[in-house]
């Protein structure tokens, strides 16, 4: 798996599974980016083990990891350099902590991201509500330095630490 062949992995979960999301491929049901609730059987298509090794060595892709806590000056940005005109899949992923009163409905932080251009333009973004899971899909108009741009929609000062992680791939 994953951890076995990159083994800072098993110290961040986080970006394992944003390494998967990003680089899901064949979708039998629905679009892949996000994935609808009926979507249910494939979630956001099935795991790609070559491109989610090509994403971890930064090969059409690459990974970042990191924590936010409530007291953080937002946005939280990510810089991606990204090459126009390939499809761009991008998964953000954060944990919950489970000593939450409210873990069964809500993560203890929500977030949500959207992507800026190298002239600064909005491009798309992803605001699921109470999920830990943010994906977009895009493609890059011009070439250059991107950025993940991450904003928090929601925290609990008394839980108000989460670690995340991002991943980005082009195909």
């Known amino acids: 798996d994953l951890m076995q062949s990159n083994g800072t992995l098993t110290s961040w979960p986080e970006v394992a599974k944003a390494v998967v999301i990003a680089n899901a491929r064949h979708n039998l049901e629905g679009s892949s980016i996000p994935p609808s609730y009926e979507d249910a059987k494939d979630g956001w298509g099935g795991v790609d083990f070559m ?7 930064n090969y059409y892709g690459s990974w970042y990891s990191g924590s936010i806590t409530c007291d ?3 946005p939280y940005n990510i810089s991606m350099n990204l090459t126009a005109p390939y499809v761009t899949r991008v998964a ?6 489970p000593d939450y009163p409210n873990y069964a409905n809500e993560p203890n932080m929500d977030l949500d991201i959207s992507i800026i251009d190298p002239n600064g333009n909005y491009i ?3 605001s699921r509500y109470d999920s830990t899971v943010e994906t977009v899909s895009f493609n890059p108009s011009v070439t250059g ?3 993940l741009r ?11 630490f989460t670690w995340f992680g991002a991943a980005w791939q082009q195909s």
């Open 51 to 57: 491109r989610s090794n090509w994403t971890l060595s």
């Open 72 to 74: 953080m000056t937002m």
């Open 92 to 97: 953000f992923v954060w944990d919950n902590n």
């Open 124 to 126: 798309t973004a992803s």
């Open 145 to 147: 330095t991107y950025t």
């Open 150 to 160: 991450i904003n928090r929609f929601r925290c609990d000062p008394t839980y108000n």
